[in-house]
């Protein structure tokens, strides 16, 4: 594997641990993910430094009862120590009320992101999160958000 192709599967194995740390409430390791510098901006907020970011999987947690995070394509550019490209995703956001009745508010999204090595490992220097589109959708909730 060339070095490009192997940055570009640290970069992909990132973005997954993004997700999985997120959807995890893991504020720990999710900020260990980021440049100490890093920011993420939204269409609803901006927020800059890793104190900040560290908090957004607890944020979740108090939004939704669940939520699950997937990547589904990624284009990278890498150049020396730096790597820019989009990360397309799909953002489930689960939410239980309090007749048992569920829905899932789906996000498509895409981070426009940029990368930089530091000692020797990828980290997210900046997420700028644009939403495609979204659905609401009533959903059946299963054990694993009940019980």
Known sequence: MSDAA?????????????????????????????????????????????DSIRNIPAMLEQMFQRTLHQVLSQDVTVSGDGAKGETKSYANHITVNDDGTASNDMWSIRYQDEFRREAGAWKIASRTLLIDWTELKAVKPGNGITG
């Open 6 to 50: 192997q940055d570009r599967a640290a970069i992909r194995a990132l973005v997954e641990d993004y997700t999985i740390a997120g959807d995890a409430g893991d504020g720990e390791r999710f900020a260990a993910l980021f440049t100490d510098d890093a920011v993420i901006v939204t269409p609803y907020n901006r927020m800059e430094g890793i």
